[in-house]
């Protein structure tokens, strides 16, 4: 599913990013990227959305060399990644139904089909009764849920949830990882990049650590600490 | 479920672009201030361009009446005979420099008069108080000034008309036009392009977010750009329309005053206004054409500088 062979990324200002970073991450897996900041995490999700190009080594996504994309195929490149961000990145002055739409609208499903996905999406993450609801009427969790609910909206291959649980609270971060696992279990890559020692440990997955721009360890069922 | 998530085409209208015109209106409305002043700032470009439109429009639509200005008008004295007329006529061919002449007769020129005054003006009147003359156009028109000297001596021409004055003004104020005209369009252009540009600036700075998002929902660029670039589009034609309805109600009362007291003033007889219709259609045509091109340039500038998709 994503492969990362030999790959560095140096930005404009010298900064290097990634060094020699050698990944393999097989479909249908669950894996975590912890480290410090700074540490290439963001770079790396970066990579793998094609909002930056490495400057050295090769990366396939899905089996796609990303320097071959060409610009105008991004879009779908990215429809088939689902992304969830630490502050949700839900629009304000929509509803969760309409928040979900939106990402279906964007990419021209056809409304009868909108109105028969989402609430199925909304279902899926549990938010169904909250449908009219805005943002900012909700807590952090639901918010959380809906995001998630729209980064699925378009049946992703890979799912990255770039510190999902950075704004929750310990039980409502475990109530977003078991969603997030079941959306693993219904055959879609999961990648979380966190700092969050409790789920990592409470997960034990496999966890991958970057340190200064490199993988210093790369364990099958890890901890965060160990 | 995972069937039925695929709903997804590279192709095909779902109601979105409805839907953006509705968005449009909104956030033009939000930065109101800022969206008066670029639809200002067009509806007085435009006008600009309209009002010496026209006028350069109205010289052109008289270009005949221009022509004749180039036109020599040799008059023979009312006492010369037809043999005494013939020997002028043979003066001037043998001259070389004339690309034609046309001789007007006395009876010729009483029916031109006619046309142009009542009947019961020239009561009483016959051709012969009239001259004969000669309509000359030469090869050369710099040569004009040496043959009019050289016609006001043969003997028998009693005047010669030569309207090159006229002329040249004409020339000489439709070239001045031009370059007003054209310097203070493009730099009220320029001014009207900074401010649409400024305007979706702003909206693109309150709907950054929004713009995220269909970045990583895999929205495709022309997608992410409609919204703004219809915004420019929408400030273009409600400045064109404003600046139509103005130009063309304008032109309208103009056209009526010039039928009734403005042909009565000496500068301004024989010369013909374009019809209002045709007027008109012109205006709305290039305004609009302007307007949307300035538009949809405005929207571009601000995408390239401050849109990364």
């Known amino acids: 599913m994503i492969n990362f062979s030999n790959v560095t990324m140096v930005y404009r200002s010298g900064c290097e990013a990634l060094k020699n970073v050698d990944l393999e991450i097989a479909r249908g897996e669950f894996a975590f990227v912890i480290g410090p900041s700074g540490s290439g995490k963001s770079t790396m999700i970066k990579l793998i959305m094609k909002e930056e190009e490495p400057t050295g080594g090769e990366l396939f996504v899905n089996g796609q060399d990303v320097r071959d994309i060409h610009r105008y195929d991004i879009p779908y490149f990215r429809r088939k990644i689902g992304v969830v961000f630490q502050d949700f990145k839900l629009l304000k002055n929509k509803t969760a139904y309409q928040n979900v739409a939106f990402a279906l609208r964007m990419t ?52 990255i949830a770039d510190e999902p649980t950075g704004n929750l609270d310990p039980d409502t971060s475990l109530e977003i990882m078991n969603l997030i696992y079941k959306i693993n279990q219904m055959g879609t890559t999961v990648l979380v990049a966190t700092h969050d020692k409790t789920i990592v440990d409470a997960f034990r997955r496999r966890v991958i650590v970057l340190h200064e721009g490199r993988i210093v360890r790369d364990v099958p069922e890890g901890r965060y600490g160990v | 479920m995972r069937e039925e998530l695929s709903g997804m085409s590279r192709k095909g209208a779902t109601g979105y672009e409805m839907h953006i015109i509705g968005e449009v209106i909104t956030n033009l409305f939000k930065n109101r201030v800022l969206t008066l002043t670029s639809i200002f700032s067009i509806v007085v470009m435009l006008i600009l361009v309209g009002v010496f439109g026209v006028f350069l429009l109205t010289l052109s639509y008289n270009s005949e009446y221009m022509d004749d200005m180039l036109e020599i008008r040799i008059f023979i004295d009312p006492e010369a005979d037809d043999y005494r007329v013939s020997a002028v006529e043979e003066a001037l ?48 028109d710099t040569d004009a000034g040496n043959f009019v000297a050289f016609a006001e001596n043969l003997n028998d021409v009693y005047r010669v008309d030569y309207h090159s004055r006229s002329f040249d003004f004409a020339s000489n104020l439709s070239n001045w036009v031009n370059i007003v005209a054209g310097s203070l369009s493009i730099l009220l252009g320029l001014l009207s392009l900074f401010l649409v540009s400024n305007t979706i600036k702003l909206t693109m700075a309150g709907r950054s977010d929004e713009v995220i998002i269909m970045k990583f929902i895999g929205a495709t660029e022309s997608r992410i750009k409609m919204p703004f670039i219809m915004e420019g589009i929408t400030i273009g034609f409600i400045g064109a329309l404003i600046a139509s309805l103005i130009m063309s109600y304008g032109y309208n009362r103009f056209f009526n005053w010039f039928g009734t007291e403005g042909s009565g003033e000496i500068f301004l007889s024989g010369l013909r206004l374009v019809p209002v219709k045709e007027s008109v259609l012109m205006i709305y045509l290039v305004f609009f054409g302007i307007s949307i091109v300035l538009g949809i340039l405005a929207s571009q500038m601000a995408i390239r500088r401050h849109l990364k998709v």
Do not use: C, W
């Open chain 2, 93 to 140: 061919l043998d001259d070389g420099r004339i690309e034609y002449i046309a001789y007007i007769s006395k009876e010729q020129a009483f029916e031109n008069v006619k046309e142009l005054y009542p009947e019961e003006i020239l009561e009483g009147l016959g051709s012969d108080f009239l001259p004969a003359s000669f309509t000359v156009r030469l090869r050369e």
């Open chain 1, 108 to 159: 021209n499903t056809k409304p009868r089909q909108i109105r028969k996905m989402v609430p199925q999406l909304l279902s899926v993450v549990g938010l169904l009764g909250k449908s009219n609801e805005y943002p900012t009427e909700m807590s952090g969790g639901e918010q959380q849920r809906v995001a998630l609910a729209r980064a699925i909206a378009h049946n992703p291959d890979l799912l």
